[in-house]
């Protein structure tokens, strides 16, 4: 399939899949450069397999909820319990999200034992997040939330830089530190439940993490490394498409091997800057 | 008769239910260079945290109030290691940071304010590296970067959190310098803590001891004696003059270890 051939087939029936592979692309490769910042890049993870956990138990019989909703609930309800928990000095950051981690793969998998065998390769499929397949109601949540997110970062960017840097000092300023902290995590909570649901947790978690270290590597100041984030965010799912549709790949797969390929190269960079 | 800028009166302070200093009467004044000392977990820090209202007193009064009756502008330098140092920020968008509470929320930098961050890296002669990278310069250079980070708050307090930790002699007498430098010609109010003794003996004003149960404050000639460090520090401490410096000596720890 050439190029042309490609993009002439995947605008024509898979819009959404296109736009909004790109949408989550640059979504969490900015979000990730806060993320990787804090030394946070953990709880991406565990925020990814609680969103799964949130759609896996919006399939229980008894549990009438909009497949969403369940997801953004159980995200956003982890992220208020975290932030607290994260602050603790009694027990280690990456225990608390290692046990969180843990348990929500753990119920998802017992749940999914649970649920009609009919529903579960809908449920695999929905966990896998099969961009393909993307609903306008999905994307258009992932499309708002993407709005509201920049906005909100942009417009108090320099307060979000401050608190992430030295949270001590700016909360001598009179900054609220520990809230300011919660709305990027809130914020980044709703991206990563709307993302997950759209093209599974592996893209997501990719995304959050690979375009960020690529552009540490390649940049040398932070705007620039933003910009170059959300460059890779958006330009890796186009190609990672393509490659899935010439040679019959899964989509999320292939768009973060091409988001660890362009890694592989920012580094191979430079190591022979480095040896000149 | 001087006005205080922070006055303890009847101070206890603590964490939750522990209460690590009790009874604490003591007041700084605008223009004082106070030095705060004592070994690690004496209560240093939770001084400061109160006076910078991060911390409630768990019981008497803290009051904070410029001679005017206005608000008192701290500016805090914080231990270099508290600082998370991922993001390659220049040394002047770090100093920039200590602006923004001035700038306030949805509003960018202006060059009224460019101008203030470099006059505040030319006091502490960094302009030579303002657009290195933060994580990449020396000890003592972070250490003049986070200071001017202060300074561009237009403090009317400067608090310095073991500036001179991890520093080698040279750049431990350098940032000393830079500090009494600031309060004597800057006459910026400073408060330094520290647990090196021989840091403070020779550039603060006025000092305060602080050891679990114990406070005591006053001028450096007062408080610098052999019996009060001996007492405190449980070893013969014997302090002495060399050619206009004080030095301080210790022997053999006596107490129960």
């Given at each position: 399939m050439g190029i042309s051939e490609f993009f002439s087939t995947v605008l024509t029936e898979f819009p959404l899949a296109f736009y909004g592979s790109i949408l989550v692309g640059i979504s969490c490769a900015f979000l990730g450069v806060t993320v990787v910042a804090k030394r946070v890049v953990f709880l991406g993870a565990v925020l990814t397999q609680v969103s799964v956990l949130g759609l896996a138990v919006t399939f229980l019989p008894y549990a009438h909820i909009p497949h969403t909703l369940g997801s953004l609930v159980f995200t956003l309800g982890s992220v208020m319990v975290l932030s607290r928990m994260l602050t603790g000095k009694k027990i280690p950051r990456d225990a608390v999200l290692g046990v969180v981690f843990a348990s929500s793969v753990a119920a998802r998998i017992l749940i999914m034992q649970k649920t009609p065998k009919v529903e579960t390769a809908e449920i695999e499929n929905l966990l896998r997040g099969d961009i393909l397949f993307v609903t306008p109601e999905l994307f258009y949540l992932m499309l708002g939330a993407f709005i509201v997110t920049m906005g909100v970062y942009l417009v108090f960017f320099k307060e979000f830089s401050y608190i992430a840097f030295d949270a001590e000092t700016a909360t001598t300023q009179g900054y609220k530190a520990a809230r300011w902290e919660l709305v990027f995590y809130i914020m980044a909570g709703v991206v990563i439940s709307f993302a997950t649901h759209m093209v599974g947790d592996l893209y997501v978690f990719g995304f959050l993490v690979l375009p960020a270290v690529t552009a540490m590597l390649l940049v040398k100041r932070v705007r620039s490394i933003f910009l170059v984030a959300v460059l890779i965010g958006a330009i890796a799912p186009v190609i990672g498409l393509f490659l899935a549709f010439q040679f019959d790949f899964s989509s999320s797969p292939a768009i973060v091997g091409v988001a660890f390929v362009t890694l592989g190269v920012a580094w191979l960079q430079q190591v022979l800057r480095r040896s000149q | 008769m001087k006005t205080p800028l922070i006055d303890f009166e009847a101070a206890t302070l603590g964490y939750g239910r522990k209460s690590?200093?009790?009874?604490l009467n003591f007041r700084v004044y605008v223009g004082d260079y106070l030095g705060l000392v004592g070994p690690n977990g004496a209560g240093k820090t939770t001084i400061v945290r109160t006076i910078l209202g991060t911390l409630t007193p768990l019981a008497g009064t803290v009051r904070i109030q410029a001679g005017d009756g206005g608000s008192v502008c701290f500016g805090y330098v914080p231990q270099r290691d508290t600082i998370d140092y991922v993001l390659p920020y220049t040394a002047r968008e770090v100093v920039m940071m200590g602006r923004y509470r001035r700038i306030g929320l949805l509003r960018r930098p202006r060059e009224a304010d460019w101008s203030i961050v470099e006059e505040s890296l030319k006091h502490v002669e960094a302009e030579e590296f303002?657009?290195?990278?933060?994580?990449?310069?020396s000890g003592g250079q972070k250490q003049r970067v986070l200071i001017a980070r202060a300074l561009a708050a237009e403090p009317d307090v400067l608090i310095l959190d073991e500036?001179?930790?991890?520093?080698d002699l040279s750049s431990r007498l350098s940032i000393l310098a830079l500090i009494g430098y600031l309060h004597d010609k800057q006459h910026l109010t400073i408060i330094m803590v520290s647990h090196l003794l021989d840091d403070v003996a020779n550039h603060v004003k006025r000092l305060a001891i602080v050891q679990e149960g114990y406070f005591l404050v006053g001028n450096v000639q007062e408080v610098l004696t052999g019996a009060t460090l001996s007492a405190l520090y449980e070893m013969p401490v014997e302090v002495t003059q060399l050619k206009g410096k004080t030095i301080i000596l210790a022997g053999e720890h006596r107490g129960n270890l």
């Open positions: - | 690590v200093l009790r009874n303002a657009g290195l990278p933060f994580k990449d310069l500036p001179t930790n991890g520093m």
